[in-house]
């Protein structure tokens, strides 16, 4: 096992072994670019030491090696007094995190070697600086002393002095200072500050190692659902100083401009700075070309340089820079991070100019990215202050005043008040308010809660799960931290971060580009499986359409159920003492219905749709609180007490396992009757129009095949009595019961096609309420006990294992068997991509994901 | 394809293709005995013809010859004014259906052929009455006419006549009542009474293949999980009389005593009577010993026959015969129905006598039947007042005075009165008095609901989803019919039927004879798999024990939470801020438990006890509504609103999906830690006394390896600080999610052994709550659409397969891995059964189920 490479050893295809940025400065240096030299020690050295917490045996030889191959190459020794070694030790794994570990510079220094530096730079001042910066720097991230005591230090000494800035320092303060430095870390670490170089490198390597389990980095790699098993390189690298006077400087460049695309070399530089000045942002550096004028030579060897390594990665670069007295010093270089918007266009400018293929352009962008393009969004560079955060539910941003319960925020958006509909929770009693406000904000619930599964099927904003957010409905008020906001109050919702934001945060409006639409086009060059939408009007419809859906995967009839016209004639119904009486109220409400297909059927002209019946148990459309009934009853005209009997004899200790989808149609067959009446007059009424409806009706949460066969008998009576049906009909079912999976073959015998429904058939495999998971399910991901929130990107071991067994035993009976998905699942990319893996014949997902689906199905035919 | 068999043709064994009655009608022909000749018509048949509406071809040209064969043969003809041939019809199918299928007699009476009876019977009145039985039995079974009508004739014509009883009727009045009968069915069928017997028959067969559809059919079948699509054999049989004078009769006789199992000729029979006399009670009967005084060479030869038959068919026989003037005609044989304590002596004597071997005698009891020697038992003799009928959720007879909440059983209770609790449903926190109670009626819930489970496993009498039963439980009425019911009046639980009985019933005790423990012996030679019981308690421990118990299999934790002195440390627990405050009632719960473990590892001494960490969500120990949380606040002395604030916090919309199980023991560590410490601290305490617990803990609701693998290494943390553990501890999972059995695999690796537990894999299969099943699961098992009750007994397509599943991935991973079951089905037999096929090691039932489970399993061997 080797353990350490030497920049020139390894290449860019090594990142699991050297980490990103080691296999990028080893390939650069291969190259035969300016890289001060170096070596990397492998993230299998790494991992080795977190879990016996001790160096592989041979280790420390190889490293002494490497460090003595280092001065010799150099010519630089370390604690040397004469002409020392500095490096820097840095962290790299085989994904960016940036920001998220640790990072040593200057390492090497002691009194002896500051003292060599200050003869051979004649700078005592910024020998000194340096020292004492590094002398806290690892103090901190190696020996733990906090900050703060250097800080208390630091100011003490400014008082002393009587100044107030550290420029205002001199050599010898920062001398003192060092000596004082000292004494807080032998106080607090309980021990001196290590002087010798090479005692100082080992503990900055295993400071590193360290890091790689700190709590930040767990953090990221989860929220980027990164494994945590990869480990982290580590960097060791001669020092080179860009503040050794006006000769010399540091940068950061991209190829490219990251915001637009534009085709330019684009970046910044500080003179006579080291290298994080620019990024922390200390002084304002300089565009980059002004380095022109300023250090011509160096320029010019830059430019040269950003245009060899794009033309070599064939991608964006993103590249750090030193200048040591006129010469140039490469540090890193990595693909760049860009907007979505500038992800398209570098990815298209880059097949015209012939650096990579249509196929390379579509692997290059992140499908979730083109949601950025669909919503409005909150201008990133305006000053906001952010009041609390949570699950950015569904993209996008809204703003306007708060409103705490459904029917106020209809009414007032009726007036033209714009407003946000801030809630517990959200019910499907809500839809008509949340169709209303401009966003939703819940303080329970989860990315798939009732608010945030409507919500995105609205292509509404919404921030989900807000815990610092206590919500009182009854009270009307929103408590944040110590502050109680009320009804009418402003305030801004950034659904793509999950930020809440006080008062009116100023918008950007989203443009499609000629470019997305050309990615687009790509995309359906390539891919195999259908996309469909999700859309339950015929507005939604049209969304989709315009988005590039090839039908509609699911429209739920129930959302049609709720609307404020309808929902008294659903309660008539349920209210109904025998099928008599309830025929009344369901002849109009097959009249209304008959009206929403037709609208849809119009908007999908030629394209499939498929209906499901009704799903949702019937106690959702009565209200649940006596008060409530109460009201519902005088409203009605019926006695309180026999409407309080309904709704509970109605009342489930479980909605979600109750009495709901096909059960529901099958102990009252005449509701499921009267929708597919419907459906079928409005296919009739629309073929007049010279429209071609392609309709598949589908029976929600079959377990048995007897549950499919029954309905699908009803339906073909039905039909028989509507002869002739002169359009293309079709019955099927949602796979969402993990029964329905292990009897596929058996329900494929009365399915025209399958329609994976994997909110549901996720929540049962894993015996998990979306509803209820938000007491614990964060906390599952956070730790690493989920390596991915199964409710946002289908669970492969488990839910897809039985989604594998389902497609293979429905196939063994119909081989050429159509088959979906419209849960959440299906505008999900890695969701998208498995589903190409299992066979799909199509994903459905709301209107906004699907570009977002195209681009994923592209990519996983790639 | 043969249509039509005659006696001779047929054997024992055709009763798929003859039914019961057919195949020993022909079996015993060809027995050489007594049976009046006749023949059966196929199921096939039956089937075909409900199918398509018509008879196959060449059916009518088979049943022609067959009677013309049969006429030939005893010399009689239909429609004959000399020597007219009479016919019974009777159903028959495979399995035994008493009253379920439709019989029709004296085929062939009109008033031709009632002339020529007369003529040889020289009883006009007897020939008239025959008729007008046989029109009536006729219009009404075949012609579908109400009974009710003819009654009203028949009244009429008594009245008229100035006479009360049909006795004082005479011949001429009979003769006048048929004319009036064939109006009235002229009237309500719409169609003259058909004279012509080959009419007669044709539609007499085709209204027994009908019967096989009718409701009462249909439910038996579903009550007794007999299959839709058998059909019904149509027996046509010469008629013999019993009603031909002194030298005639009819009766019916076992070839032992049914109920107690007494090894003598048992029977009664009545002189001068036709068949249905007897069954009907309409006269007294006599004991079959006077019939060897009254016509001795018939008993002589009857004695004979029951013998022949039963070493025959080497069971107990259950016959009917009929002497017409002398001779003796046996017009059925089958085996006889008896009684659970029966039904045991017959085979161990058999075994005894050596007519069957050991595991005959195994296989001939039926399993369930074992309960009714389990628990306390209602007179059935007694005169009863049924007020309504629940489902038969839990075993036993209760009486008591009726109370509507726990703490009031529990109050009476300890005064020494005896109680039952009524409530709509219960929960956990009702334990206490439904231990309290003699027996439990609920008005929802199923089998498996939770008071259907709980007193299951207390052993207590329990009738649930009464749905005839209005419970109030505000007002404290219970409304049954137009009846109110209030506390402290008295009512009986039959929980063997459902019946719910006004006042005290006389009640039976159980005694469990020496037969009983040789069966069980027997059993417990020849089973594979080990049985163990379910028990929270030392007292439950040891009723399992008594049964014949090998080991616990469940040991539910929480229900040593709920106990009266326990449930506010739970709550303090929960209320606590942080870790330190929850430190104090976690030490004391800690003490309490290890006192419960004690006591169970004593009574279990050498036998393994599963013990499973706690389960409920925490909600369930808080009060749910604002009054009881007042109450509840007042009690503990917090604040009202924290205590109601921390309610609604835990309050869930989908318990059974929410943070439970593990889930509870990751993201609350302390509380499994504290129950862990307190089962090892219970081992290392028996220890010391001699006795050598066998523990597996066992962590609940896994879906995902990486939570058992938190559980775990938390567990052998606890382990290590509390060495030396001198006795053996494992750390398995219950397998309850459908997620757990697509990816055991997996958690094999951390497990030691796996438990099914089909309750919550049932309800996540199929998406069904158990608590919310009542509104649809009983119109699903009536209408077929389940062929079992998938709560009662085991799924085998869906949930078995994923069990079929689990069993083949944990094995592949460790391929000696213990896996039982211990939901509610491991001791429901035909779940038992299915265990042993899949190669479980053990089924866990509650006490009272044990010798079920045993029985069960040694038949699942032979």
Redesign the interface.
Known sequence: MKYIYSFSEGNQKMKDLLGGKGANLAEMTNLGLPVPPGFTITTEVCNYFLEKNEYPAGFEHDLNEKLDELEHAIKKTFGSKTNPLLVSVRSGSKFSMPGMMDTILNLGLNDDTVAAMIEKTGNDRFCYDSYRRFVTMFANVVMGVGHDHFEEALDAAKKDKGVELDTEMGAEDWKKLVGIYKEIVKTHAGREFPEEPREQLRMAIEAVFSSWNNKRAVTYRNMHGYAHNLGTAVNVQSMVFGNMGEQSGTGVAFTRNPSTGEHYFFGEFLLNAQGEDVVAGIRTPEKIDMLKEKIPAAYEKLFEIQLKLESHYRDMQDIEFTIEEGKLYMLQTRNGKRAAAAAIKVAIDMVSEGLITKHEALKRIDPNQLQQLLHPSIDSKAKLEILAKGLPASPGAAAGKIVFNADTAYDMAETGEKVILVRKETSPEDIHGMHAAQGILTSTGGMTSHAAVVARGMGKCCIAGCKDAQVDEASKTLRIGGEVFGEGDVITLNGSTGEVIRGLAPMREPELTEDFETLMAWADEVREMKIRTNADTPFDAEVGRKFGAEGIGLCRTEHMFFDTDRINLVRQMILSKDAADRAAPLKMLQAMQREDFKGIFRVMNDLPVTIRLLDPPLHEFLPDTDAKIKALAQDMGVEFEALRKVASSLH????????RGC?LG??SPEIYEMQVRAIFEAGKAVVLDGVKPLIEIEVP?V??V??LK?IRTMIFEVAAEMEPLNFSWKVGTMI????AC??AD?IAKEADFFSFGTN?LT???????R???G??LP??TE????KNDPTETI?Q???G??MR?AVKLGRSTKHDLEIGICGEHGGEPKSVMFCQEIGLNYVSCSPYRVPVARLAAAQACI
């Open positions: 489930e200790i479980n909605p979600m396992l109750g009495h059960r099958i102990t949460l377990g048995d007897t549950e029954r969402e019961l993990p029964r292990v009897t058996q549901d929540q049962m495999t894993f015996g998990m309420s509803d209820d998971a007491s614990f906390f599952y730790q690493g006990l989920y669970d071991e488990g839910v294992q039985l067994i």
